[in-house]
Every structure is written in structure tokens, then in C-alpha cells.
């Protein structure tokens, strides 16, 4: 079972986006959570971060302010909203689950990874 993002498409520079991400087979509830992304012929990035209880959260410089990642009570799901978008944003975004109650900006600690879903900022 994997984790499915959504979310991703096509927005102007300025405009913003909601990336979700769903486990429909396990809960999320007790990890962290992180999105990454990959921009063509580059190397995959961390994003955003935040851990179990949604009391934690960090963020990759660039996107500090413009972000924010965040839980819904109830909800098996962590969110990405992305405002003020910048074509530096265009990537493949992946979601990803750890194997702890924190997440992480490095990769190790991720165990599970949804299936990417494309943003594209044009200027």
C-alpha cells in the first residue's frame, strides 16, 4: 500500500496550491511526516517536515514563509499548503512517511513514499 499524493498542477508565479497526502492503508497518526521534491536533473529535496502531533514542524529555507505543512484532527492525511509560488518551485513533490514519531529533513528515516505529483509554476 502506498502513500497518494495529490494535489500538483499547473499555477502562475504568485499563485498557490494544496498538496495532500493519504495513507489509505495504515495510520499516520503516530509518525512523522515529510515532503520532498525533485526537480528535473536534480537531486530529490527536503521540504517540509513535521512530527507526530502536528507540534513540530520545519521547513527548508527556500520555502520558509510560503509553506506551511500541517495535520487535521480526524484526518489520515498531511497537508502542504504552498502559497506565493515561485517557477523555483517546479518539481515532482513526494510525501513521505517515517518510521519514527519525528520526521526528518534527511531522507534515511523515511520508510514509506507516495508516488510524486507534479507542481509546475510558470512566470
Known amino acids: 500500500v502506498q502513500l497518494q499524493a495529490s494535489g500538483g498542477g499547473l499555477v502562475q508565479t504568485g499563485g498557490s496550491l494544496r498538496l495532500s497526502c493519504v495513507d489509505s492503508g495504515c495510520t499516520i497518526s503516530n509518525n512523522g511526516m515529510g515532503w520532498f521534491r525533485q526537480a528535473p536533473g536534480k537531486e530529490r529535496e527536503f521540504v517540509a517536515t513535521?512530527?507526530?502531533?502536528?507540534?513540530?514542524?520545519s521547513y527548508a529555507d527556500s520555502v520558509k514563509g510560503r509553506f506551511t505543512i500541517f495535520r487535521e484532527k480526524g484526518k489520515n492525511a498531511v497537508y502542504l499548503q504552498m502559497n506565493n509560488l515561485k517557477p523555483e518551485d517546479t518539481a515532482v513533490y513526494y510525501c513521505a512517511k517515517s518510521r519514527y514519531a519525528y520526521g526528518s529533513s534527511q531522507l534515511g528515516p523515511y520508510a514509506k513514499w507516495g508516488q510524486g505529483t507534479q507542481v509546475t509554476v510558470s512566470s
Open positions: 513535521i512530527n507526530w502531533s502536528g507540534g513540530s514542524t
